[in-house]
């Protein structure tokens, strides 16, 4: 476990408002991408990330250094999001504004910005084609993708976070790539 990370929970536990900033400032990039990449929306990830730290602040009295300070906040997102998906009813949003910080499937999602309108176009299809395919994934593979792929989780620690067996998570990732492999198959042709 990362020490700093355990001291600054213990800070935040002891009331002090600047190791809260601080925990904002680590990880609200982080969150924000890992919110984004199942919902597509910037406002509902936004509101999310904010509810996350709005939980450590009123849970701070428990905080118990038995995990680690990532997977914690992670365990805390996963039960938001499935909160959210019960009160709502599942909304992609395909042009929602992108983060300041791009993670790697971000990358993937960027349009470049250049003149040839055919590189535009079909840079465009391919952006909407990977949503489409990630949002028809199931919850559980999509949620286990995003965290293995975006934000570079092992599967021990998304076993973790989404309190399910490793071998749940290595199934979940497998069907996840396979069905993504057949979903955008087509899309080496263009």
Known sequence: MNDGDIVLMERIRDGDQTAVVELVDRFQHELMGFFYHLCWDQLVAEELVQDVFVNVYRSRSRYQPTAKVRTFLYRIAHNLWIDHMRRQKH??????????????LSDVLKAPS?????????DETIRQRIQESLDALPEGQREVFV???????????ISEVLGIPEGTVKSRMHNAVRTLRDDLQDLIEL
């Open 91 to 104: 909304h992609l949003s395909l042009d929602a504004e992108m983060g300041e910080r791009s993670l790697k």
């Open 147 to 157: 965290l293995a792929n975006s934000h570079g989780m092992k599967y021990q620690e």
């Open 114 to 122: 250049g003149e040839d309108a055919d590189a535009v176009n079909r």
